[in-house]
């Protein structure tokens, strides 16, 4: 055309999302070489569906007894992280052995306390697994860090608490965001 100011460029070459070779496209949305890479493509992107599929669809046919066993796995990461570098509550040494996250409460006794920060501090291997607890050096040391009054409301009464799946799920989630914060 004389005079305009239209220009044709010519095509420029592409990369292959799929064999990574280099292509002249034939249109400007075009992003595979060839027939054979837009099938593998396409096979590709349905495996991946698949899988989220069926990763979700176990995650809901999850029970409450394993929710709560990941849920309590991630909760007690939180409250060893939170107390990094503080002696075991029971007998106020500092260990270089493992550290556990001891309940003052136990699960078994007061459930609704599973997740309670006050009720979890860092305890060591020795007192938590050998003198189940160290309960009487616990609560000495408990009532040091959080009160008379922290510790008689986690020894009075406490209505009982039924999670839902949803529930456990929150904590979780609340508590893995809470790690990321914390390792930063």
């Known amino acids: 055309i004389q005079g305009s100011s239209m220009s044709l460029k010519p095509a420029r070459k592409k990369k292959c999302k799929s ?7 034939f249109s400007s949305t ?14 590709e992107q ?8 069926l990763k979700q669809r176990r995650q809901a046919a999850k029970t409450k007894g394993e929710l709560h066993k990941e849920t ?11 107390d990094k570098g503080q002696p075991c509550i029971s007998c106020q040494r500092h260990h270089l052995g493992q550290i556990h996250a001891g309940h003052y409460r136990s ?4 459930a609704e306390l599973r997740y309670d920060e006050s009720n979890v501090h860092a305890q060591c291997a020795p007192c938590n697994n050998h003198l189940s607890g160290n ?3 616990y609560r000495i040391n408990l009532i040091k860090k959080i009160g008379t009054g922290g510790v008689e409301l986690l020894e009075g009464p406490h209505d009982p608490k ?8 929150a904590v979780k989630k609340k ?3 809470m790690i990321k914060g914390m390792e930063i």
């Open 19 to 25: 064999c990574k070779d280099t292509f002249k496209p």
């Open 30 to 43: 075009a992003s595979v070489c060839s027939v054979a890479c837009a099938i593998a493509i396409a096979k």
């Open 46 to 53: 349905a495996t991946k569906a698949i899988k989220k599929d």
């Open 72 to 82: 309590q796995a991630v909760f007690n990461k939180f409250i060893r992280l939170r």
């Open 107 to 110: 699960v078994g006794a007061a």
């Open 135 to 137: 309960a009487i050096e």
């Open 162 to 169: 039924k999670y839902t799946h949803d529930d456990i799920r």
């Open 175 to 177: 508590y893995n965001l």
